[in-house]
């Protein structure tokens, strides 16, 4: 069965600094994985996805992700915070069929 | 163009009631996702529909619990004798055909359960 662990419901950064937001999955195929970002009071919507072809893949507002098979991750990253960023990002996993799974969300704040 | 909406935004009511949820995916999308959003829980899967298929109903948590899509476009979730436990945000999503196809969310249903 396929599923994703976020580690850490909530992460705070400085605005400036390095953006990481952990992904972890598990499938016994190859999997398409997916980052969507909530930013408050407006629906979901995909920051950057991974469909087997670049293992970095670059999305929207410099962000960017890396499929390691060997490490089951999809970590998510930016250089540098910016107060827009905080909102709460989901990483999603399909390994087959048209079901996504989701993670339980991670929290962004980022302090001035 | 217009983006997938979801009506009514908020819905509150009694414990026991039955109420109807609405989406209205992208015009040509063929594919439409309902998904429940607790607090701190993520995004729980619930049915998805494929064109003119059979649903895939394997998210439902109980036989309260059902969806219906008329013509391949607006879709209806139903809650039947609804339950505290029930209260929660039901957002929908829509995309074109493919596994690797971007789902497009709309603004969402709360739903209060007292």
């Known amino acids: 069965a396929q599923s994703v662990t976020q580690l850490g419901s909530h992460v705070s950064v400085s605005e400036g600094a390095l953006v990481l937001l952990r992904c972890n999955y598990s499938?016994?195929?190859?999997?398409?994985l997916f980052w969507y970002v909530q930013y408050p009071n407006q629906g979901l919507q995909l920051l950057l996805k991974y469909t087997s072809a670049a293992t970095l893949v670059k999305g929207i507002n410099g962000f960017e992700a890396e499929f390691k098979k060997s490490e089951t991750s999809f970590h998510l990253t930016k250089p540098s915070a910016h107060m827009s960023d905080a909102a709460e990002y989901f990483c999603?996993?399909?390994?087959?069929?048209?079901?996504?799974?989701f993670g339980a969300g991670t929290r962004l704040f980022v302090k001035a | 163009g217009a983006g997938v909406s979801q009506s009514p935004s908020n819905k509150v009511t009694e414990k026991g009631k039955d109420v109807e949820l609405r989406c209205d995916p992208i015009?040509?999308?063929?594919?439409l996702y309902w998904y429940r959003q607790s607090l701190g829980q993520g995004l729980e899967f619930l049915i998805y529909?494929?064109?003119?298929?059979?649903?895939?109903k394997s998210g439902l948590p109980s036989d309260r619990f059902s969806a219906e899509r008329t013509g391949g476009s607006v879709s209806t979730l139903t809650i039947q004798r609804t339950q505290q436990e029930d209260s929660a945000v039901y957002l929908c999503?829509?995309?074109?055909?493919?596994?690797?196809?971007?789902?497009?969310f709309g603004p969402g249903t709360r739903l209060t359960v007292l």
């Open positions: 529909f494929q064109g003119n298929s059979a649903p895939d």
């Open positions: 499938s016994s195929v190859p999997p398409y």
């Open positions: 999603a996993v399909n390994t087959g069929g048209f079901k996504t799974i």
């Open positions: 015009s040509g999308h063929t594919a």
């Open positions: 999503a829509s995309s074109y055909n493919q596994r690797t196809d971007t789902q497009y």
